[in-house]
């Protein structure tokens, strides 16, 4: 019998294409105009919806971690964090359908903010308790072998994240300075145990190399399903310092690649220049191909370009250059008026110190704290930007060279 709905639309879809439906990868895109709960509740039931239901990915026996962005810790109006509204809307459709075992956590990348610490201030403490989930522990952790990995073969990974069976990964649609975009592959990164995630940067210093330890550890924790908060998305000098921006869409998808490209798509920005993207296809991870990514809405299924053109805003602040794998761009790194670095607004410096404590290097890139304000040693410096996350008075950006273009 002849599918109907927008089960007829996708086979109608495949069969112009010449693809197998099994091929493709599917995401969910729902328009929110804001983060209203009983709008997001709404929003979070549609989209798993239309991805099957949400027994399509995890059981009822099984102990579920719920995985936000914490980063830092930050108040939902920065658009920093996931959304406490987002997290309780998940907390009820889990709850209403039965799932007993639900705890939730991440691991910021602050080095002086705790686990604790940055679930209140993001609000997400208060709706778990009141949704009754523990804490799951993201203090300890210890080392996970990963043999099959391409470019990591372990991973300091937290406690919590070891004693879930399943995960689900509540990210958020922002900016990132090294990776371009934070949204589902790179999220994954909160996983890895607080200083470990700095000797991590040590170990893969280029966003590239980055990228590729990232798509290893997806496919070591394997996350059943990704949700991005892409209600009030950030701009500019993320993920931290950046701006907010109403983006009005939720993005479900059991394959982070296709949703990180979708976002992409609604940016207009090549996921071919993003590194996530990039190595995520190449490791298996899942598609940037938009060909081979189905976009289900309420209103039945579109195109990526038909997603772009109905949600999209094609004036995003995101860097948009190439990546440094050409011949060319690869000799960038030897002329010092073309590198990438982080650079200090010394009027906005507050000499916290944040950024050396933060700097993975052992000798330190960049020194600051007691009253000094930050001074960059460049030869010293990996490019990881993990000084520009987590400065606290948006003092830091990003140069990116003279040809970088927006
Ligand atoms: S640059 Fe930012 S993090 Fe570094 S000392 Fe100044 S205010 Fe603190
Ligand atoms: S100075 Fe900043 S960008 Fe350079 S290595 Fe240290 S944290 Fe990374």
């Known amino acids: 019998m002849p599918e109907t709905g927008v089960m007829g639309t996708i086979t109608l879809f495949c069969e112009t294409k010449g693809m197998n439906r099994m091929d493709m990868s599917t995401v969910a895109l729902v328009p929110v105009s804001s983060y209203g709960q009983a709008e997001v509740d709404a ?11 949400i027994g399509a990915f995890v059981k009822q026996e099984e ?25 309780s809307a998940v907390c009820r459709l889990l709850r209403e359908a ?3 075992h639900l705890s939730y956590g991440d691991s910021p990348g602050n080095p002086v903010t705790t686990p604790e610490k940055a679930a209140d201030v993001s609000g997400i403490s208060e709706a778990a308790e009141k949704w009754h989930l523990e804490k799951a522990d993201f203090d300890a952790g210890s080392v996970v072998r990963f043999p099959e990995g391409k470019t990591a073969h372990s991973f300091y990974l937290c406690k919590g994240v070891q004693e879930a069976d399943a995960l689900i990964n509540l990210c958020k649609m922002k900016t990132h300075a090294l990776e371009r975009i934070t949204g589902g592959v790179k999220n994954l990164y909160g996983c890895v145990c607080g200083a470990k995630k700095a000797v991590g940067h040590a170990q893969y210093p280029s966003s590239e190399v980055f990228a590729d330890m990232l798509a290893d550890l997806n496919l070591c924790v394997k996350p059943r399903l990704h949700i991005m908060d892409g209600i009030t998305a950030m701009e500019g000098n993320g993920p931290t310092s950046g701006v907010p921006r109403a983006m009005n869409v939720m993005l479900f998808s059991a394959d982070p690649v296709a949703m990180d ?3 992409c798509a609604l940016i207009s920005l090549n996921p071919a220049t993003v590194p996530t993207c990039v190595s995520g296809e190449r490791a298996g991870l899942g598609t940037m191909n938009a060909d081979r990514i189905r976009i289900l809405t309420p209103e039945g299924e579109i195109t990526c370009a038909r997603a772009a053109e109905k949600y999209g805003q094609p004036d995003f602040d995101v860097r948009r250059d190439k990546l440094s794998r050409s011949f060319f761009m690869k000799l960038m790194p030897l002329l010092p008026f073309l590198q990438d670095r982080p650079k200090v607004d010394r009027k906005k410096c507050v000499a916290c110190g944040l950024c050396e404590k933060a700097c993975p290097v052992p000798e330190k890139a960049v020194k600051s704290g007691n009253g000094k304000k930050a001074v960059y040693d460049y030869k010293k410096c990996i490019r990881c930007y993990c000084c520009q996350e987590m400065c606290p008075a948006k003092a830091i950006t990003v140069y990116h060279g003279m040809f970088a273009k927006k």
């Open 63 to 87: 102990k579920i971690l719920l995985k936000p962005n914490l980063l830092s810790g930050a108040l939902p109006q920065k658009a920093i964090t996931t959304h406490p509204a987002v997290f």
């Open 261 to 263: 490209t979708v976002f």
């Open 43 to 53: 929003a979070v039931r549609t989209g798993v919806e239309l991805l099957g239901g």
């Open 98 to 100: 039965g799932y007993a």
